[in-house]
Structures are given as structure tokens and as C-alpha cells.
């Protein structure tokens, strides 16, 4: 638990206008109202959080995890077992609501048989208006719903919910404010992810997240750097710095500060080891960050740096304000800069009006960057997004042919990428215990690939060199030979 404030709200006291004192009021208002729901049931409640989605969905579910143990819920990893099952949910791609539909269902029927069943639902789908009238009108059996700006008001929403015994629903359109020092639960000891900023105001024209995310807010950086000394007190050694776009970070507040200075100031932090941060935007891609990156002992050897598309039409008509040359540039001078470094990226096919020669671009600075990998989206009209009321939509099967023809060529490339470090020792921070082979440990390169050797789980946490013997495409097999 990062933040352990004595909780002393009573409900005869006067609820707290400020924050966080306020949800550390509803925190113990909510605790209170669990003893009773336990004590009616003969037994501890426990929650389930799952998560769609991106980085920042993850981040915030940790923070929702904080609450409710905090409130005394005891956590149980399978869904169909928890007496309260939250859905952080995800709305870039229409796939992703669908599935949380699917699965809505099945938790419905679970409902019926759990008397002391909850279910609550929050996260970017829950900003579009039509998914929460559907809701309301097609899942009754839910509890809870809220959306991405008033994430912090968990416990008050939770403790509404149980007192009052009615579905609870507050959705806020946007919001300037960003709440500090709310309790949060890390999935891992030893990394966590920050947020430096939260929002978009991008407006890519494919793109719901500006619209569910709201506007561009950057977080004060001394209450960056606070979470972070806090978080190596407590045993983090490394972190990744979240945002939409994180090369605009600090532009909108009240003493502007780049990203690159932000780095800086993070380096200083004694006992932090590796700095990760996601995601860039190539035009807000500064040459004082590429500088920094070339210089610093602690960023890791690896930059996200979505593409989308490599004809400089589509990049026009997706509104990402580069070209495909200036986009090639870039690469070239970060590799410059920082040889040893792992680009990777995002690739949408099939947006509307994208031809073959389109395509071709694509594929042509897919050759000529050599992602190490890449991650590869079918175009998914959103509603209320420029894009999704442009004319030439692409047949579904041409669009099928192009993906996997792009698919086809990142793999090959992904691969020689990451055989050209077979045979290198290389320092890995161990993570876990690997998932099919229990006697192997899975640790993480500085470029993001990973090394599966043979190991304990005493290691999980810690620095080890390690020779990468074997290169399977996209990780390695290897041994360790030092610490
Ligand atoms: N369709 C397909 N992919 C999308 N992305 C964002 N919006 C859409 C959409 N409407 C992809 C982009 C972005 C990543 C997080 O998701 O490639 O970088
Ligand atoms: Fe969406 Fe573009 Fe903002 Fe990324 S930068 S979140 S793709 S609008």
C-alpha cells in the first residue's frame, strides 16, 4: 500500500469538501458498510477488478485495487468467485465493447445465484452516452457505473451504492482537476507505472480517446517526482511514465517544462534504475529528448513511436500533422543518437480511403525503420469521430489481405531484429516465473524483449546478466552469468 493514512472518519462528522480527505472519509463510510454486508452474509466479500485495455486502464485499476482493499475487500483473482466484479473498460476499437457485453451477460446469470453479488462498470466506454443508456435499459443487474474523470470518487460512488441500494451512475463530461495521494495497490513490487498526464488533444481523426479522455492535464512535476522517491522507498527500481502523448507533457501548466527536463529531474532519483515512458507522438518528438535519451544511463534502449500509416495522405486525412519524410527522419536520428535502440510502433490498415500504393507507404517505412516490433490494428469506425463519417470505407476483405500482409512483413522484420542480439549478455530484470515452465524466470531487456533462463523466484525483482543464448523471433532463451 503506497499511501496508509489513518482513517478516523466517523459518520457523525462533517463529510470533507476537500480532497483526498473526502474519499478517505468514504473510505471508512464504505469499510463500515462492508462489516455489515459481511456480517449478513457469514463470511469476507472479495472483489475481482479486470482490465481492457491500454497502460493507463492498468494504472488506474491499481489505484481502484488500493481502494477496496482499503475498504477491506479481500481480492480473488477468478471473476465467476468474487462477490464484486469491477470492469475497467476499453472503447478504442469496437471489438472491445463487444467483448464487455459478452461477458456482462455470463456475469448477469452469476448475479442470480450471489445474493451478495456487485458488479461495477467504468473506464472509457462508460464516457459514450449511447453504451450507458444501453446499459441502463439492457443490465439492469449492474450496480455501478462511472467514468474516467471521476475515477477518484470510487469509495464515495461504492459507499452511495451500498447505502442506498440503487443503481449508481456519474458520468462527467471532462474535468480540469487531478486528485494526488489517493491510495493504489501495485501488481508488481518492483515497477509500477506513473502518470505524468492524463487527456489527448490530439484529435487524430480515427480516434474516440480525446473524446473519452477529455482535454490535456499534466501533472505537477514535484508531485511526479514525489510519487516516484516514495515508490523507490518502497522498492520500485523502475518506472514507466504514462500519458497519451507524452512529448507534450507540461506545455499547459502554470510554469511550462518538457518532457526532456522531466527526464532529467527523474535521472537524479537515487535507487531508480530504468525509466520507461509510452506514448510519443512523432511531431511533438523534440531534439532535446533525443538528446537527453542518447545521454541518460537510467532510459531504457526502447521508444514507442506510432506511425499509423506511411503515406503522407492518410497521415493528412488521419489529421497526425506529419509526413511520412519528416516520420523517417525521426527514426533515423533517434538511431543515430541512441544506436542500440528498439523502435517499436502502431499500425492501423483499412482507414477510410487507404488504396494499395497507400498500403505500399505503409510498408515501406515498415522495411525502412525496422521495427523491433510492431503492434497491428484493422481501422474500427468510431461513432462521433471525423473518420467514421468519411466516404471510401474499405471492404472488409481487402482490408483483411493488407493486414495480413503487414503482419507477415513485421514478423520477419521483428525477428531479424531480435536475432542480432543472440549471442550477447545483456542485464534483465527478473519479473516472474514463467508461465508454461515453472523452473525458468522471465526477465526484461532494457530494449523490452524478454529472456526466459532457468531461475527461482527468490530472483523476482533483481538485476541479472544474462547471455542470450537462443533467439525464438520475439524472446530469448539464455542463462544467467552474473549479478
Ligand atoms: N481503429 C483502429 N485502431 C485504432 N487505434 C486508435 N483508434 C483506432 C481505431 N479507431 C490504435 C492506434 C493507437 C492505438 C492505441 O490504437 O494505432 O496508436
Ligand atoms: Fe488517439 Fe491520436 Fe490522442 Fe493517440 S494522439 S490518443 S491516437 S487522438
Redesign the pocket.
Known amino acids: 500500500m503506497e499511501n496508509n493514512r489513518q482513517n478516523t472518519a466517523d459518520r457523525e462528522m462533517e463529510i470533507p469538501v476537500s480532497e483526498p480527505e473526502r474519499q478517505y472519509y468514504f473510505i471508512e463510510r464504505a469499510r463500515k458498510n462492508l462489516k455489515k454486508m459481511e456480517e449478513a452474509a457469514g463470511r469476507q466479500l472479495s472483489f475481482c477488478v479486470t482490465t481492457f485495455g491500454?497502460q493507463m486502464n492498468a494504472r488506474d485499476s491499481e489505484k481502484l485495487v488500493g481502494i477496496l482493499e482499503q475498504i477491506g475487500y479481500i481480492e480473488e483473482l477468478e471473476e465467476e468467485k468474487a462477490d464484486f466484479v469491477i470492469y475497467n473498460t476499453c472503447t478504442?476499437?469496437e471489438n472491445a465493447n463487444q467483448r464487455v457485453y459478452g461477458r456482462l451477460g455470463q456475469l448477469g446469470r452469476i448475479k442470480k445465484k450471489n445474493p451478495h453479488m456487485m458488479i461495477a462498470l467504468c473506464g472509457c466506454m462508460m464516457q459514450e452516452p449511447e453504451v450507458v443508456e444501453k446499459l441502463k435499459k439492457s443490465y439492469r443487474f449492474i450496480d455501478l457505473i462511472f467514468g474516467t474523470h471521476n475515477i477518484y470518487k470510487f469509495a464515495e460512488l461504492l459507499a452511495t451504492r451500498m447505502e442506498s441500494g440503487r443503481m449508481v451512475i456519474d458520468i462527467w463530461k471532462d474535468t480540469d482537476r487531478i486528485v494526488e495521494d489517493l491510495p493504489s495497490e501495485r501488481k508488481y513490487s518492483f515497477k509500477s507505472g506513473v502518470n505524468i498526464m492524463f487527456g489527448c488533444n490530439n484529435f487524430c481523426s480515427?480516434?474516440?480517446?480525446p473524446y473519452v479522455r477529455g482535454r490535456e492535464r499534466s501533472r505537477d512535476p514535484r508531485a511526479i517526482i514525489r510519487e516516484i522517491e516514495r515508490l523507490v522507498a518502497d522498492g520500485v527500481s523502475e518506472v514507466m511514465l504514462l500519458g497519451q502523448n507524452v512529448n507534450s507533457y507540461g506545455k499547459t501548466l502554470e510554469n511550462p517544462i518538457t518532457f526532456a527536463r522531466l527526464l532529467k529531474e527523474i535521472e537524479k532519483i537515487g535507487g531508480l534504475k530504468r525509466i520507461r515512458f509510452m506514448?510519443s507522438h512523432p511531431k511533438d518528438l523534440s531534439d532535446e529528448l533525443i538528446e537527453v535519451m542518447g545521454q541518460s544511463e537510467k532510459i531504457c534502449k526502447h521508444l514507442h513511436l506510432?506511425v499509423?500509416s506511411g503515406s503522407t495522405r492518410i497521415l493528412e486525412k488521419m489529421n497526425r500533422r506529419y509526413t511520412k519524410e519528416h516520420y523517417l527522419e525521426l527514426a533515423e536520428k533517434i538511431r543515430r543518437a541512441v544506436p542500440d535502440i528498439s523502435l517499436t510502433t502502431?499500425?492501423?490498415v483499412g482507414f477510410p480511403g487507404e488504396t494499395e500504393e497507400d498500403f505500399l507507404e505503409t510498408l515501406d517505412v515498415v522495411r525502412k525503420v525496422q521495427y523491433d516490433s510492431a503492434?497491428t490494428?484493422?481501422?474500427?469506425?468510431?461513432t462521433g469521430?471525423p473518420?467514421a463519417v468519411m466516404e471510401d470505407q474499405v471492404p472488409e476483405d481487402v482490408v483483411k489481405d493488407r493486414f495480413d500482409r503487414l503482419l507477415k512483413e513485421v514478423q520477419e522484420i521483428s525477428a531479424q531484429r531480435c536475432a542480432i542480439h543472440e549471442g550477447t549478455v545483456q542485464t534483465a530484470l527478473v519479473e516472474a516465473v514463467n508461465d508454461h515452465d515453472k523452473t525458468l524466470m522471465t526477465g526484461r531487456l532494457s530494449n523490452n524483449l524478454l529472456v526466459h533462463f532457468p531461475g527461482d523466484e527468490s530472483m523476482i525483482g533483481n538485476y541479472v546478466d544474462v547471455s542470450l543464448d537462443e533467439c525464438r523471433g520475439f524472446y530469448y532463451i539464455g542463462k544467467i552469468i552474473g549479478k
Not at 480515427?206 to 480517446?209: A, P, Q
Not at 490494428?377 to 468510431?382: A, G, H, L
Open positions: 491500454c478504442v476499437r480515427y480516434c474516440i480517446v506514448t506510432p499509423q502502431d499500425i492501423i503492434f490494428f484493422i481501422y474500427s469506425k468510431r469521430t473518420a
